[in-house]
């Protein structure tokens, strides 16, 4: 599983770009390692209510060198908040609010639970 979520990050890199270059692999592998922090959910959520700013999913993505200056030498709070922010970016991509929120010829797609389908933009 942890795999193939690694592949399709770096085989998207590779289709941009035939010549991916070990730094290049290793960047992508820097970033898609955050997505699987060591992290519980009880360690979530107590970090969450200390930094709920940090922890939104509609926060601001942190750089690694601002996370590491916010939250000093506390490891949980690191590793939260580097989780969040790399899914924070797979979210604005593939999230069910950019997705529905997206105009094409015209209509956009609702998303609604037993009324999927798509709705002329007036």
Request: charged share 20%.
């Amino acid at each position: 599983m942890v795999l193939t979520a690694f592949a399709s990050v770096i085989q998207g890199a590779a289709d941009v770009d035939p010549k991916l270059t070990c730094e290049e692999l290793g960047e992508t592998l820097d970033f898609a390692k955050h997505i699987i922090a060591p992290t519980t959910p009880e360690i979530c959520k107590e970090v969450a209510g200390r930094l709920p700013e940090l922890t939104a999913p509609d926060g601001p993505i942190l750089s690694h060198s601002t996370v590491a200056e916010v939250v000093g030498d506390d490891e949980d709070a690191r590793n939260v908040i580097c989780e969040v922010n790399a899914r924070k970016v797979v979210h604005v991509m593939y999230g069910q609010g950019h997705f529905g929120s997206e105009i094409l010829g015209g209509f956009y797609v609702n998303l609604e639970r037993g009324n999927l389908g798509l709705i002329q933009v007036s």
